[in-house]
């Protein structure tokens, strides 16, 4: 069967970025597509970025056993679609999730053969500075997403492996080397 790899790292450390460039190389892996109870940011596209949906929705999901990973996260809800993971596993087709980190921990209990990798920014400071510098979030959200970032960067030795993102093409050359 084909396989599953995770993609998790703080908030503005550039996952999108790098996930990106990878998959420019390869094709034929599937990023799964989240459900998110957050507003979609400018930009963002319904059913492309999120299956952006309700509390009440989300809570439905996640009773009914639809989620195959779920997350709070600076005030709002994530969650994996189980469905359509196992469909593409099952067709040898090999997925990427892009999830926070007790995300990554449930996907490691539930599929003990499950890559999990860690995005690591090169410095702090870089991070404060890129995540501040976006501007899709106010100063507050900010703030939030730099403390849970904090405790995220202590789980990195979780991880099976770590990539320190001083430059977006190396890092996902290295991505890719775990999608082969
Ligand atoms: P953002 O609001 O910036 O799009 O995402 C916030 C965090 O939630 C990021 O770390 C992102 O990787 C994570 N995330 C996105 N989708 C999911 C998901 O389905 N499950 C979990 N656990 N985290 C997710």
Redesign the pocket.
Known sequence: MAHLVVL????GVG?SSVINEALAELPQTWL?V???T?AP?PGEVDGV??FFISKDEYDDMAAKGD?L???S??G?H???PRKAVEEKLAANIPVL????V???K?VRQAMAEAVLVFLEPPTWEDLERRLSGRGTETPEQVEM?LRTAREELDSAEFFDHVIVNSDVATAAAELVSYLQ
């Open positions: 998790s790292g703080p908030s996952k799964s989240s459900v998110t957050r940011r970025n999120y989620l990973e779920w997350a996260f600076a709002n994530y969650g994996t999730l892009e999830i926070e007790q995300g990554a449930q997403r």
